[in-house]
């Protein structure tokens, strides 16, 4: 009697996102471990502090907006809320009802290889990619995207502005913004698309996706992140550096 396994390498990474082409960029074999292997990362207060001021804000939204909580207002935020939020959505929102943009938070869409928007779990599932909040226009043409960002400010957030533009467009904007707020600074990091950037970021977004989705072998990269890594050698995990 024969037995046989899959090896989850040969299968590979097959849905991407933000984060997932962030990881495998930096370090393929910490991908491997994450995505692959589905290793689990130990949290971390900043990593919990994260989570408090991301779940405070949906709510925050959704009480501001009129829109149902859940029952969950307990988790409105204890802090007070940044005031370039509120200057954004008092633009978008405090508008005549013919003219106000409908206001999401927390959205999730996934995308097919062909740019249909799909189930999130769903088989043919290629891209997913979330905003903390959605701000479409009554025409569909306008979209403005935002994410919240604890922690210290970094200048490396083209890429993810990049993926979010795009998936804007195939929703069917023909102009996207997108926003950066770090909480912490009360500080906003604004990026501008037209039709025709939008259009031309698509090739740029798919040959990074591609990396990812057609890697087998999941090479090691080392550097000095290797410190801070959880699956380093030093720290006890699997790699060998």
């Given at each position: ?40 990362e ?21 009480k501001?907006?009129g829109?149902?909580?859940?029952g ?11 005031s ?12 005549p009802r ?28 290629w ?11 009554p ?7 935002n ?31 997108v ?10 990091q604004?990026?501008?698309?037209d ?16 990396k ?5 072998l ?17 720290k ?6």
């Open positions: 009697m024969s037995s046989s396994f899959i090896d989850m390498k040969d299968i590979g990474i097959q849905a991407v996102s933000h984060s997932r082409m962030k990881t495998h960029e930096g370090c393929p074999r910490k991908a491997m471990y994450k995505f692959v292997e589905k290793i689990k130990p949290g971390n207060d900043a990593m919990n502090r994260g989570l408090e001021v991301h779940s405070g804000y949906e709510h925050w939204l959704l501001h907006t829109k149902p909580t859940d969950k207002d307990g988790m409105l935020p204890v802090f007070p809320i940044s370039v939020i509120e200057k954004d959505v008092k633009e978008y929102w405090d508008l013919a003219e106000r943009y409908d206001i999401q938070a927390e959205q999730q869409v996934a995308f097919d290889k062909d740019w249909n928007v799909t189930s999130w779990f769903g088989p043919d599932a891209m997913r990619v979330v905003f903390d909040s959605a701000f479409t226009s025409n569909k043409e306008h979209i403005v995207l994410d919240y960002k604890t922690g210290k400010v970094y200048d490396d957030h083209d890429d993810q502005a990049e993926l979010y533009a795009v998936a804007g467009r195939k929703m069917g904007a023909k102009k996207v913004n926003k950066f707020y770090y909480m912490d600074q009360n500080t906003v604004p990026y501008k698309f039709e025709n950037e939008l259009d031309a970021l698509v090739d740029k977004i798919e040959a990074r996706a591609l990812v989705t057609s890697d087998r999941f090479p090691t990269k080392p550097s000095w992140k290797c410190k801070w890594c959880f699956f380093s050698k030093q006890g995990g699997k790699c060998a550096h």
